[in-house]
């Protein structure tokens, strides 16, 4: 979720009403609204300031960052489940200095999956069916 800077966030306003009462409300949005026209561009923007801003000594994962997302999607691959592992750690670890957090990993590797596995309790659906869909496609 991207904050936006509160002279931004007053342009994302919004009047509410209950059915039956007069009263409207004006309600403000501090993040950034996924369905915006403008979301896609903000996301890969806000990533590649991420990597530039936290990502110094890990040259590679901040061209992981640079090049292997989709919106909010991290697509890669390595040759070695270490790689991988290596990799996906510098590459989380840039990315939660600034707040965001990955989560839904899926590898064909039962280590990689040990590693990145979902540790808060909830539900992570690994497959081995590899009928899986990335980015609405199978």
Known sequence: RI????EDARHHRFLWSEKGKSEILTFQIDRLTFGDASSP????LTLRRTADDHGKGHQRAVEAIYENFYVDDYLD???TPGQAIDLGRQVKAILERAGFRLCKWLSNSAIVRDEFGDKT???TNFTTDWETKVLGVK
């Open 3 to 6: 904050r936006l800077k509160p």
């Open 41 to 44: 561009f903000i996301a890969n």
């Open 77 to 79: 691959s390595t040759d």
């Open 121 to 123: 309790g909830s539900e």
